[in-house]
């Protein structure tokens, strides 16, 4: 099994351009998830989608927009990028209950 | 909103020697977790602990439930070079089941 596959790994941008950060599952979870990681904070909740059609606010939304595509894919996108969005981005997926994460890879996004 | 505390913030070891690291809140959770990540990879979950003073162990790693729902610890036995990596602390409230909140991290690095 795959698991929770991301695109791209790796990404650079200039400030004010758009990009989607793919997201896929092949666990049949309901759950959906975007962190970003940053040195010295841990990992910080993005948005989530508890449930297919339904997404919501985490700590950090502001400069993100997410979808839901289906139960696979859940996507995360930068509509005007900012130097204050280089991190890492991090998608994840759980089962029901919401503890138990299962990360994809990462994508490391640089905005200049 | 709701912040743990993670100490150590890094650690610099001898292979063989044990390890201990904590995680503090000001808040209650019901959830304490505890996540290892790998260099360039996303977070695996290692150990879930569900009630107040449980112990719970994976190998060489054992965790606690601090019994104020406060806190929590991490030990390992015995160190080997792969240990290496950081390590997270998370905990789930049951207003916030779908937010896991993120400690800081411990940085281990290992002296072979």
């Known amino acids: 099994n795959a698991g929770v596959t991301q695109t791209p790994k790796f990404q650079v941008l200039k400030t004010g351009q758009s990009m989607t950060l793919q997201c896929a599952q092949d666990m049949n979870h309901n759950s959906m998830y975007w962190y970003r990681q940053d040195p010295g904070m841990g990992l910080r909740l993005i948005y989530y989608?508890?449930?297919?059609?339904?997404?919501d606010k985490g700590e950090v939304p502001n400069g993100y927009n997410v979808s839901r595509l289906n139960k696979r894919e859940f996507s995360l996108r930068l509509e005007s990028a900012a130097p204050s969005q280089t991190s890492v981005y991090f998608c994840?997926?759980?089962?029901?209950?919401?503890?138990?994460?299962?990360f994809g890879s990462g994508t490391q996004l640089s905005v200049l | 909103g709701q912040q743990l505390n993670q100490s150590p913030q890094s650690m610099f070891i001898q292979e063989g020697e044990d390890v201990s690291m904590n995680c503090t809140s000001s808040s209650i959770f019901n959830t304490w977790l505890w996540y290892k990540q790998d260099p360039g990879e996303g977070p695996v979950l290692l150990i879930a602990l569900y009630k107040a003073g449980e112990l719970t162990s994976n190998g060489r790693l054992t965790a606690q439930f601090g019994i104020t729902r406060k806190d929590s610890f991490l030990n390992i036995s015995a160190s080997i070079p792969s240990d290496v990596g950081i390590y997270f602390c998370a905990g789930q409230s049951f207003q916030g089941a779908q937010k896991l909140v993120f400690g800081q991290g411990t940085r281990l690095t290992i002296n072979p």
């Open positions: 989608s508890a449930s297919e059609g339904t997404t």
């Open positions: 994840a997926s759980s089962e029901v209950g919401g503890e138990k994460l299962f």
